[in-house]
């Protein structure tokens, strides 16, 4: 017993040199040692009477007192102690359950304020037309419009006639938009071509009036860059307006993006939309329409839009679109 303990102490002693030891609270300076172990703390024959301490002065201690210095044994106190930690960590988790299903019952209750909501504002669109884009301000006069959008303000009177020039992509669309002064709705056309033999129609139009434009696909399959599909937009449109002495607004298109389209078209088609927008912002009287994204998800073109070839767009497809120019043709000009 002598000499384990006699070791004892001189492996102490190394310990207590190493400052590390200081800065540990006295809890943590003990060492732990396994349960089997406590009868060392009231056993007779692990217990040694001091009856002189190491500077010869008469003590009345035993070495039990030095064991619960230097050893900790895992007692009921500590059970009791992770029994408590285990409560309250379960004391947590079912506050944290109460907070997340809180959470939940306010977004369920937002969620049904918002359709309420949504259904409230779509019994109104039907009295009053459907609601403006987000970001185009509409302000209503007695027989103007004035419709904000990109920064841009238009004023036009109400009902003005509307003109518009397509590709084979709006094939139809006089059923669905019957208030159309016209529908110049030309298959395979190229906007050089609309250019050189179907412009030249807007040159009958009297007084102010707004023509759509929708072309530049074919023009994109073709091979055509972004720069020369823009600088032929450009083109028409100066043509349209040329020679009118009222405004003749010009609402451009985007280019709808298709499933036959591939990498390098797919970047075209982007790249020319942006021009696109950027040309009717500094152009007078134009103004930019960006359909193209109807046809996108998360960038992924819709298939439920388009029929087998990957080509054309179907009857879900073109009511997409009809239905997008249509709110623009209410907001802009109040065309119902």
């Known amino acids: 017993m002598s000499s384990n303990k006699k070791g004892g102490d001189e492996r102490f002693l190394r310990v207590q040199k190493d400052p590390r030891f200081w800065e540990m609270p006295e809890r943590e300076r003990k060492i732990k040692i396994d349960k089997r172990f406590q009868s060392m703390f009231h056993d007779k024959r692990f217990t040694e009477k001091y009856t002189v301490n190491k500077r010869g002065r008469p003590i009345n201690q035993t070495s039990t007192e030095d064991l619960k210095r230097f050893y900790n044994v895992s007692s009921s106190e500590d059970e009791d102690d992770d029994e408590e930690g285990v409560k309250s960590k379960k004391k947590k988790e079912v506050k944290e359950e109460l907070v997340k299903v809180e959470i939940e019952v306010k977004v369920e209750i937002e969620v049904k ?5 949504e259904v409230k504002e779509s019994k109104d669109v039907k009295a009053e037309g459907p609601p403006p884009e987000r970001g185009v301000r509409v302000i209503e006069e007695d027989e ?8 841009k ?7 003005l006639p509307v003109y518009l020039l397509t590709a084979s992509i709006c094939q139809g669309v006089e059923e669905q938009i019957p208030h159309l002064t016209a529908a110049y709705v030309h298959p395979d056309t190229f906007l050089a071509r609309s250019l050189e033999q179907h412009a ?14 929708h072309i530049g696909t074919d023009d994109v399959a073709s091979g055509l860059s972004p720069a020369a599909i823009v600088g032929q937009m450009e083109a028409l449109i100066d043509r349209i307006q040329h020679g009118h002495a009222e405004p003749l607004y010009v609402a451009v298109c985007s280019i709808l993006p298709r499933l036959v389209d591939n990498q390098r078209t797919m970047g075209t088609v982007r790249d020319t939309n942006r021009r696109f927008h950027e040309l009717c912002r500094r152009k007078k009287d134009t103004i930019h329409l960006p359909t193209g994204k109807l046809f996108l998800h998360h960038r992924q073109i819709i298939q439920n839009y388009f029929t087998g070839d990957g080509v054309h767009l179907n009857v879900e497809g073109k009511k997409v679109l009809f239905n997008y120019l249509k709110t623009f043709l209410w907001h802009f000009c109040k065309h119902s």
């Open 144 to 151: 103007l419009v004035r419709y904000t959008a990109a920064e």
């Open 113 to 117: 304020v918002k359709v309420e909501k």
């Open 200 to 213: 030249w129609k807007f040159d009958r139009v009297t007084g102010e009036a707004l023509v759509v434009v």
């Open 153 to 159: 303000t238009f004023t036009v009177r109400k009902g």
